[in-house]
């Protein structure tokens, strides 16, 4: 094994509050190590075409508060190609660069594992998504942000809610995971919470609204993940509870990409930080075609392999908390 | 003129930021003149209804920092008849209730305008709506809350766009109204605001946004107002720039309900506490028919006839900065 | 084991944001099983007095988001003494209570433990405090929360700061325990750190200035936990790095009681809520004299001997993260 | 006259959120105008060093949503020495600079003044501070974004005093002018306020505290304006209060420099983008000596010898109002 000098770093697939933090770690542990280190600009893409800077200590200052990712991201086609990335190969041949920190999902690790096994270069990845779907670590990068930026959404929507007596169907993002939708779906004290490893239906949803309104309930807040099934078409939902509801004025709000954006949270610059440095610290401990991930507060890593199974588990115990406290 | 003892207010319409300091306001200044204060729920049709509830300066605590109506508020079908009118008008006659005070937008004033008429019943209105649409003020309550809101909300969005060099469509509430949309769009860096005062028309955006891009903008806000013609289809105006500028990844977000909802702003809170007293001293020195509003940083007063009227003036010099700074 | 049909709840020590989301989560809880649940007001000072409320489902809506606690707190003297005790033990007989919820930190805990063993009163506790400091749980409630205030707080600072190459001084909360100031230190990117955990001393502060003037930052965060030993007169600290570090103005801000407010975050909300439902399930399993607590995400439980023995334990990977990524 | 072709601009004083948001504006109007334009880092003694950096349209792209000024601030001995300002003109000259936009509070604008006088050089001022202490403007640059951050972090404060029913003795910034604390103080829903352009004397705040305590308050907010006699010693008005109503427990914060920072308020950036604009306009039109204020909303120019006069009015019926709501 050859111990690393120099090492670049790219961002990839949907940005994330936190991944500026994360670059700076990654640069800074470099300096620390004296190891030299270069950002890629526009993920892969930017790999293919050369869109390299060399990068120190003072060029990723006052960048931990930002969100986004200020070498910006991509979703490259031309690194599905062979070709593409036998350029992506030749770039960090010509540039000297001796291994590689991608930052992303499960797509950005799943393209790295192929440009290992193809060129035997050292890579280590971060998860850096807002929808905590990465197997292999508690947190992804960003998630605690966008569960913080929900809640203060629908902190909002309650005003109107409940100055109105009406119903709020919110759609949150996640794609397949329900961990936005239920963990802000609690914070946030809603009634329901639709997610796409459970399948309410749509039945005993309006069972359920009709029972809360009885109680005494003036108001409610739905809270919908984009992957859940009877939630994907959520107008059409609305108009179905209107019809079946007739006490109920029912309106959408879908979330949109506020969720991805804002200044990252203190955990997800802290997290971010930490698995910054472990990438490094890998790196030089010989690893490679690994992410690093936290587990039970502790830095530790995982094969890509492993990671980008995703994580379709949903925690039972959340979930019958959710049904207590919504009562 | 007879001197009121006993003071109602209610609040009416669309919720707005700033309703709930108002009230405050109106209950501490009749404590102040030694006058009783009655909350009347659920705008007019608690009036209808008879959903009164005696208040005192203590009742109003802690509520200044919240967004909606603690009050509720409801738009009343009702209240178009003649009975429901009369209903009200005996409801506040049996707890004899000597004048109202009214919070909320257009409507609001066009229905108190025909009650005093038929009752000849003292009633002054305060202002209430994100909107910025009422003539005789230069403020609306909430209005400076829902600009913050949609600034904080674009700056997230923005993160994202900068990532990915992309174009996002805003859309920002607002009714017929542009201001919402002019003066976030300007406080946000928009690159391009569609309001309804102007009529940009699809292809002058089209020039616009493909000059800005040769400028070297990598990515663009265009913030929609949801009164502008060429902004009411949103997702068809996404459509037609992606299939006319194809260096574009367009993506929608519609803002919605958070746009009225949250702490107001100390600039709310301000106002609706010096409208709130302003409304008290109106009624005492015997006037009706009218609404409190501020110009020039002076409370004053303006005939309802005057503020329903609207206010489509739009600031000349403020659309020349957008299109200057917008550069 | 007599299973609890009437449950009470107390918030007692420094108040912490999560604790009105606790309180629902028991309340709800409570109604869930069908127990009844009784508010006791300002801790055990209420219990003293009788100062008790029915709660049900619906007494703790929208309170999820607000911060402090509607029970309020208070700090008991005659809870120190037997007669104290003896006063509230028959307060509770009275009202037909069969044991308590208590939401603090070590000192409610170490009150509880006397009266458990006086009275044989179930008792369980959950863990309420900014500071992190108790024993047998990952993280309490209020401290997620800190960490974000105390993180957006500096984010202003760092902006004078820049904007006038300035070092300041900014001493945060914590007590004896360091967690908020390493974590938030390293969220804010504190050029240095200092806590009671570590002892750094005046002269090796001055030496990691002076080094990082000479690397180039011109301008410097240093976050200085109340329990540290030379942060302690943080004004002095001032006067002498100003007295021995020439070229840079000293600027102090002492964050204080922000930090104990504020909306919670929506890991505290989920966290409360977890606890405040795991407090009552605990109970009906015939627990008592414990606090409940999250280890590794997991709900548990430990007796209340061990929680008070407080968490001096800092994370050295932390330290050691901090040191590298302020380079 | 001659007309500018190169523009210049500094920050100078203290920073205000919004002066970026001005930077860019002056930056976008030379632009727009077919100027050319220099920014100036660190205010007069940048300009007396030479410390010039030409910027274009994109040189000030992202900054709209930033706290503190990128070209840095400073105070400068040397500019009020006559040599300090010939070097300062020597250099303008040696860029072919013919005219340049300060943007700073009362000291920047009597040092500009100066230096007209002496070299016939075209300056105009830009109001930019968060005291709101300027003549000749309605609002400063910075003013509102102030209030807003104070406002925060009272509501955050009240929720350990309701917690609690606790005195807090709350210092706010503003130097001589109590605009900051009134409007703040207003908008917190303070029971009092100190502010310096009255002078209420400690008895008649105890006396006004004891009555408070008497009609049912449990716990109160007082803010205090560094400015004001009474507050100048806040802690010692803390042990004065304490030991004169005994049932307080009286707490102090000094807000400090968070007031400076922080993500400027959608008004501030409108404001700073429409006197920008307006500060090129006026030099286009052969105005110097001049601020640019908005007075009545509209854009508007004073000279520097009004603007330095100070604004030490208040609001008399702000002051009635904060009475009243008080109650």
């Known amino acids: 094994m050859k111990i690393p000098?120099?090492?670049a770093i790219l961002t990839s697939g949907g940005d994330?509050?936190?991944?500026?933090?994360?670059?700076?770690?990654v640069v800074r542990a470099c300096t620390y190590y004296n190891l030299e280190s270069v950002g890629i600009y526009r993920g892969f893409e930017g790999l293919i075409e050369g869109d390299f800077k060399e990068l120190d200590a003072r060029s990723v200052k006052n960048i931990?508060?930002?969100?986004?990712?200020?070498?910006?991201s991509s979703r490259s086609e031309e690194f599905r190609t062979e070709e593409g990335r036998k350029k992506a190969f030749n770039n960090l041949q010509n540039e000297n660069i001796d291994a590689l920190v991608v930052i992303g999902g499960d797509g950005t690790f799943a393209g790295a594992s192929v440009f290992i096994k193809e060129f035997n270069f050292p890579i280590v990845g971060l998860p850096g998504t807002i929808d905590n779907d990465i197997n292999g670590t508690d947190y992804t990068i960003g998630y605690d942000t966008a569960l913080n930026t929900v809640v203060e959404a629908i902190d909002k929507i309650r005003d109107t809610a409940n100055s109105h007596n009406r119903?709020?169907?919110?759609?949150?993002?996640g794609r397949d995971a329900g961990d936005i939708a239920l963990n802000a779906g609690i914070g946030a004290g809603a009634e329901e919470i639709l997610i796409p490893e459970q399948n309410m239906g749509r039945e005993r949803l309006l069972e359920s609204l009709s029972r809360s309104k009885k109680s005494g309930k003036t108001s409610s807040i739905v809270v919908v993940s984009e992957g859940d099934q009877i939630g994907k078409n959520i107008f059409g939902l609305a108009k179905y509870i209107e019809e079946n509801l007739k006490e109920y004025e029912v309106k959408v709000t879908v979330l949109g990409h506020i969720q991805r954006g804002g200044s990252p949270s203190c955990y997800d610059r802290v997290l971010?930080?930490?698995l910054g440095v472990g990438a490094v610290d890998a790196l030089l401990r010989g690893e490679t075609n690994v992410m690093i991930g936290i587990i039970h507060n502790k830095v530790t890593s995982v094969p890509f392999s492993e990671a980008i199974k995703g994580n379709n588990e949903i925690d039972e115990d959340l979930i019958r908390v959710a049904d207590i406290i919504s009562i």
């Open 64 to 72: 931990i508060n930002r969100g986004g990712t200020f070498l910006k």
């Open 167 to 173: 119903l709020f169907l919110v759609e949150v993002m």
């Open 16 to 25: 994330a509050p936190g991944m500026n933090a994360a670059i700076r770690a």
């Open 272 to 274: 971010a930080s930490r």
């Open 5 to 7: 000098k120099k090492i």
